[in-house]
C-alpha cells in the first residue's frame, strides 16, 4: 500500500465522513488491498477481500462517492480485517 492509498483508507475511516472522495480512489485502495474485482452490469460492482463480499453502485454522472457509499466502504474493510 503506498501513501495514496494510505490517505484513502484514513478518509474512510475519519469522522465524520469527508463529503467528496473520488470512486476511483477507493476502487485502487480495494484493488492494493489484494480484493477481487467483479465488474457487473451497469455502475454494478463487487469485490472480495479476504473471503468477505461487498456490492456498489459507482457513482455517475459524476465522480465522487458519496458518504453513505464510503460509509459501506468503511464497512466492507472492517469486516474484512483492514484496520486504519
Request: hydrophobic share 45%.
Amino acid at each position: 500500500m503506498n501513501s495514496t492509498h494510505r490517505k484513502t483508507l484514513d478518509a474512510i475511516f475519519s469522522n465524520p465522513v469527508p463529503a467528496s472522495l473520488e470512486w476511483c480512489k477507493i476502487d485502487a485502495l480495494f484493488i492494493a488491498l489484494d480484493a477481487q474485482k467483479i465488474a457487473g452490469k451497469g455502475s454494478r460492482v463487487a469485490y472480495v477481500i479476504n473471503g468477505v463480499r461487498a456490492d456498489f453502485h459507482r457513482p455517475h454522472p459524476g465522480k465522487n462517492a458519496r458518504r453513505y457509499q464510503m460509509r459501506a466502504a468503511r464497512e466492507f474493510l472492517q469486516l474484512a480485517g483492514v484496520i486504519a
